[in-house]
């Protein structure tokens, strides 16, 4: 297991506005973010749901 990403194979840096997602330079293998954007997405699409459940 990567000490740095602990498996995740992506680095999230907290900010201010939000995070910074960027492949970890200790995995050779695996910088692909596909995994990471699908789950932005479906968080995305979970929340843009429960703004509409209120109305």
Do not use: Y
Not at 9 to 28: D, L, M, Q, S, Y
Not at 40 to 46: D, I, K, R
Request: aromatic letters at 2%.
């Amino acid at each position: 297991m990567c000490k740095l990403c602990h498996a995740k194979k992506v680095i999230v840096e907290h900010t201010g506005i939000g995070a910074v997602f960027h492949p970890c330079p200790n995995c050779r293998s695996g910088n692909d973010l596909t995994p990471v954007i699908q789950r932005l997405e479906q968080m995305l699409t979970a929340g843009k749901a429960g703004l509409n459940a209120r109305d």
